[in-house]
């Protein structure tokens, strides 16, 4: 393992260090102290540019938003209606490495606690993922049935669901991935202290 870690770098290194831990499927372990010093850097987020990488994060959050907010407004275009819910779901997307790249930044996952993260953070990671399926979904169906004939009504039943479904999952995506935001930027994440030594002890245990 350490061979294959110390051909990747910075968040590489995390990744494969996390699909290591889902195929092993335990609940902790350790990582040599070596191949942490190639696979993580201490300069990845520091404090100074923390606030630029949340500003990111908001201003995807907030694209989103408007998306969901005024797209509706555009279907008398269905062309820029479409590139809005292609850049939404980009958006999306970006948001969700952004934070898994944060996660893997962070000394509890560079000690092995991923479980630790996962346990606090599922229920994001889940909800991003229904969120970006329910959102795809969404576009592709209301695009489909209003490509040719904008102005004919297309609110079937089934749209309407899947609408309704895809704004609640939005509220709650929005709450939880900003206050997710906001827990990483806590310098403990990034630093040895008695609470990890607590659960790393935890956990082995």
Not at 55 to 72: G, H, P, R, W
Not at 140 to 161: A, E, K, P, Y
Not at 172 to 192: H, I, M, Q, S, V
Request: proline letters at 2%; charged letters at 15%; one cysteine or more.
């Amino acid at each position: 393992m350490k061979a294959a870690l110390k051909l990747l770098h910075g968040p590489k290194a995390g990744i494969l260090i996390l699909l290591l831990w889902l195929i092993s499927g335990c609940r902790c372990f350790r990582i040599p102290s070596d191949v942490l010093a190639c696979g993580f850097s201490a300069e990845m987020l520091q404090t100074n540019n923390y606030s630029l990488v949340l500003l990111i994060q908001l201003v995807l959050l907030a694209y989103d938003l408007f998306v969901n907010s005024f797209s509706e407004l555009l279907r008398a275009a269905p062309v820029i209606q479409l590139v809005l819910f292609i850049i939404q779901d980009i958006a999306i997307l970006f948001n969700v490495i952004i934070i898994l790249l944060m996660m893997f930044n962070t000394y509890v996952f560079q000690v092995g606690l991923v479980s630790l993260l996962l346990e606090r953070f599922r229920a994001l990671l889940l909800l991003s993922a229904l969120y970006l399926s329910l959102s795809i979904s969404f576009h592709c169906w209301i695009m489909n049935l209003r490509w040719l004939d904008s102005n004919r009504f297309v609110w079937t039943d089934g749209l309407q669901v899947l609408f309704v479904f895809q704004r609640l999952s939005a509220v709650l995506y929005y709450y939880f991935y900003k206050r997710t935001a906001e827990y990483l930027g806590d310098p403990r994440l990034y630093e040895d202290s008695t609470w990890l030594r607590d659960a790393f002890a935890r956990a082995r245990q």
